[in-house]
């Protein structure tokens, strides 16, 4: 779980943040950065999950404690580990979720976790 998100991230740039880094789709399977609908901005967490455990190290070194690349901010990144662990596990919670009406932009963001089209966007469930 990535914890202080300054709120004008959007999931999109947040995601090519972590990518442009080297912690993109092709080490992750699982993202999602919840939208405060009513204010239109991000509620400063964000849910990634890895599918190699040995990708979680040097992203924890790369922005744990550090301050964010965009928007003038004060909040400093704090990595934790989420309640809910695992693809799996992050899809059952969301699968009857309301969000999944909403726009794409707005929904969790799963990807292909092994194989050819690992890294590559996936349906959700």
Not at 55 to 81: A, L, M, Q
Not at 95 to 104: F, V, Y
């Amino acid at each position: 779980m990535v914890r202080n998100i300054p709120n004008k991230y959007t999931q999109q740039m947040l995601l090519s943040e972590f990518a442009a880094a080297g912690h993109g789709p092709d080490k992750m399977d699982f993202f999602y950065l919840p939208i405060d609908f009513k204010n239109k901005c991000n509620r400063g967490y964000a849910f990634v999950n890895f599918v190699d455990y040995q990708d979680i190290v040097p992203f924890f070194d790369e922005y744990n404690g550090t301050n964010w690349k965009r928007f003038n901010s004060d909040k400093i990144c704090d990595i934790t580990y989420a309640r809910i662990q695992g693809k799996a596990a992050m899809l059952k919670r969301f699968e009857n979720s309301a969000l999944m009406a909403k726009d794409d932009e707005y929904r969790p963001m799963v990807f292909v976790s092994h194989g050819e089209r690992k890294g590559q966007r996936e349906s959700f469930g």
